[in-house]
């Protein structure tokens, strides 16, 4: 299969593992983790890690980790930089989160089998893995896992996983806010604005 030509450079620079400085960096990483007591298990700084590693390797990445939850799962477009030499750019990393045996994480489990990625190239295979991620996301808010390498739809999808995450942290911080407010006035004023944002959610879960 033929991969983008991004990436087919990023491969043709790849060396092996066991010389690569990038590949020991991240391995030095996770020792570090492990010698500060976490035991093989992600600390609070686990996003961080992980976006680390899928920096320091210049080459697609299926990464799993092992949360205090349970295993999870990790993947990230990357490119060369155009302006700096040797500098890798992360599109996005796109993580599950500790998978569990709820019915959407199963589904999602079985639903990343080979023979059910697009296979046009190296690319597509990893893009429907990515895919799938998103469709998990999808799956925990709508309760229903539903997969597709739909180009629209997937962009609709992303989009409105984005505003959900927004509008949820927004809502967050509205509702912190009512909880302290003592003014009868601004304390309405407030859970207007929750109102608001929870209609905007359930709008956005549409396109899930």
């Given at each position: 299969m033929a991969l983008p030509g991004a990436q087919?450079?990023?491969?043709?620079?790849?060396?092996?593992?066991?010389?690569?400085?990038?590949?020991?960096?991240?391995?030095?990483?996770?020792?570090?983790?492990?010698?500060?007591?976490?035991?093989g298990r992600c600390s609070p700084r686990c996003p961080r890690l992980t976006e680390l590693i899928h920096r320091a390797i210049p080459y697609p990445v299926i990464l799993i980790t092992r949360d205090p939850g349970g295993l999870a799962l990790s993947l990230?477009?990357?490119?060369?930089?155009?302006?700096?030499?040797?500098?890798?750019?992360?599109?996005?990393?796109?993580?599950?989160?500790?998978?569990?045996?709820?019915?959407?994480?199963?589904?999602?489990?079985?639903?990343?089998?080979?023979?059910?990625?697009?296979?046009?190239?190296?690319?597509?295979?990893?893009?429907?893995?990515?895919?799938?991620v998103q469709a998990l996301h999808a799956a925990r808010l709508s309760g229903a896992y539903?997969?597709?390498?739909?180009?629209?739809?997937?962009?609709?999808?992303?989009?409105?996983?984005?505003?959900?995450?927004?509008?949820?942290?927004?809502?967050?911080?509205?509702r912190a806010k009512a909880a302290k407010e003592k003014q009868m006035n601004r304390r309405v004023d407030l859970n207007l604005q929750i109102q608001r944002l929870e209609a905007a959610l359930a709008a956005a879960r549409k396109d899930l």
């Open positions: 087919r450079g990023m491969i043709r620079r790849a060396v092996p593992l066991d010389r690569d400085p990038v590949t020991r960096t991240s391995a030095a990483l996770l020792r570090h983790e492990r010698a500060a007591g976490v035991g990230a477009h990357k490119r060369w930089a155009e302006r700096e030499a040797g500098r890798i750019v992360i599109e996005d990393v796109e993580a599950t989160g500790p998978l569990t045996k709820a019915v959407v994480d199963q589904a999602f489990i079985r639903d990343l089998s080979l023979a059910k990625q697009p296979t046009r190239s190296l690319f597509t295979v990893y893009q429907g893995w990515i895919a799938r539903a997969a597709t390498d739909d180009q629209a739809v997937l962009d609709r999808r992303r989009a409105a996983l984005d505003i959900i995450s927004r509008l949820t942290r927004e809502g967050a911080t509205l």
